[in-house]
């Protein structure tokens, strides 16, 4: 092969199907965003894989708080319930717990 050399130094790896691929105007379908792609099938592929991935990452899992359960907690480790298991039914941490309660003895 006449252009052995110059293809060893272009070849590039598709990131999408993994194909080994020489970089070539058509080829070059990112906007500088993503590497090369070796088609236009493979590009876009790797946008649908890109929008796939954003959701995931601006998706934002916050449970609202019960209402009254700062008071429920402070009147049932009174009664004598442990913090083990208000922690559990609540799905909180044992300090958070901890730190209602306190935050009960500072109101006083
Ligand atoms: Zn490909």
Redesign the pocket.
Known sequence: MAHKTYHNIWEMT??????N?IPAAEHIYDNGETAP???W???L?ARRRKEAVKPKQRRFRSKPIPPGRDEDIRKRVSEGESIVSLAEEYEISTERVKQIIRESTWEK
């Open positions: 598709c990131p999408i199907c993994g194909k691929f792609v070796c088609s099938t493979c590009h592929e």
